[in-house]
């Protein structure tokens, strides 16, 4: 049987009429070698040449001085506030398993989601920042789709906030107190109702996630 692009979502599993022939021996899309090849060849696209700060320049340039507010996404991982740019995000879903991706094991990457019939990178933002991932899935956590500027990622949040407009002026630098790795992808600190945040650059965080995981 040849096998059918996104066939998982055309005749699998995943919102498919589940009548392909390989379900007879796999029973589920998840252990067939056709969706664990899609989910490899995600990570095995080739690196693009610019460097890092190239890629920050020119696709996360940072708003004109004359902007008075600018809009975040704000999510918490373990007891940490973050943000990220409005520009970059996606969708919120609800919460999905991700999926462990064959011959591929780092702290960062979590597997892959599926988010509407398409299968993609989810990392894992405490094992990225180093922070502890409780034993037990809050029943606030969503998964967060946003793109770096060169590709999607995924990751779950455990609450979302949502957006907010915060005024260029609460915006603080960067404290050489901070942790090393947080201060890595941190381009900002600020105060909003009551939380202290920090505002991550996307593009890094895209480069670390390939770097780790690639």
């Known amino acids: 049987m040849m096998p059918v692009a996104n066939c998982w979502r055309v005749i699998g599993v995943y919102g498919g009429d589940r009548s392909c022939e390989l379900l007879n021996e796999h029973v589920h899309c998840r252990s067939c ?13 080739p690196q693009p040449p610019a460097s890092r700060e190239e890629a920050t320049h020119n696709v996360a340039p940072m708003p004109p001085a004359t902007s008075r507010t600018r809009g975040v996404f704000m999510f ?4 940490e506030w973050f943000a990220l ?8 879903t609800e919460l999905k398993r991700a999926h462990r991706v064959p ?6 990457l979590a597997g892959i989601v599926n988010v509407r019939g398409q299968l993609l990178l989810c990392a894992s933002l405490h094992g ?8 037990a899935v809050a029943s606030t956590a969503r ?8 590709e999607d990622w995924t990751f779950v949040a455990d609450e979302v906030f949502g957006i907010a407009d915060v005024s260029e002026s609460d ?12 201060s890595a992808f941190t381009t900002a600190l600020f105060d909003h109702d009551g939380r202290h945040v920090a505002l991550l650059n996307p593009s890094i965080i895209g480069d670390e996630l390939r770097r780790e995981v690639g």
């Open 33 to 45: 070698p056709v969706f664990s090849q899609a989910g490899r060849a995600l990570l095995d696209r």
């Open 128 to 135: 990225l920042l180093e922070l502890p991932a409780s034993a």
């Open 143 to 150: 998964v967060v789709h946003f793109s770096t500027g060169r």
């Open 85 to 92: 740019p409005l520009p970059s995000m996606l969708e919120v």
């Open 76 to 79: 918490r991982i373990a007891q």
């Open 103 to 108: 011959h591929r094991s780092h702290k960062s």
């Open 171 to 182: 915006f603080k630098g960067v404290p050489v107190s901070l942790s090393m790795r947080a």
